[in-house]
Nanobody
């Protein structure tokens, strides 16, 4: 399994930006789906965004579409989550997750937005957006 380390969280005012990083060690992200999830206190963990490392295809939750961008850097073996126009409701612990299995057809989207799919997780990084 790949080991994941997140960084880049912090405190920012509403309307501001942060860029989270998810660095892999132990192996490359080749063949992986990499997802970002978040969990606020008292709430369930929710899908934020995902990227298919091989094809570069990206997926977003409706709540972040148009504000967040997920991307990858092959040279650095790192996935990024650029977060713009942040809102107080974006406040949460953000977690990077990896899954090396392949899914096809209608199953693909359902799989990558589910946290149960992923078998490698980082320790998380806190994002706090003040109003």
């Amino acid at each position: 399994q790949v080991q994941l380390v997140e960084s880049g969280g912090g405190l920012v005012q509403a309307g501001g930006s942060l860029r989270l990083s998810c660095a892999a060690s132990g192996r490359t992200f080749t063949g992986y789906n990499v997802g970002w999830f978040r969990q606020a206190p008292g709430k369930e963990r929710e899908f934020v965004a995902a990227i298919n490392w091989s094809y570069g295809s990206t997926y977003y939750a409706d709540s972040v579409k148009g504000r967040f961008t997920i991307s990858r850097d092959s040279a650095k073996n790192t996935v990024y989550l650029q977060m713009n126009s942040l809102k107080p409701e974006d406040t949460a612990g953000y977690y990077c997750a990896g899954d090396s299995r392949a899914y096809f057809g209608d199953r693909y989207y359902a799989k990558i937005i589910s946290d149960a799919t992923y078998d490698s997780w980082g320790q998380g990084t806190q994002v706090t957006v003040s109003s």
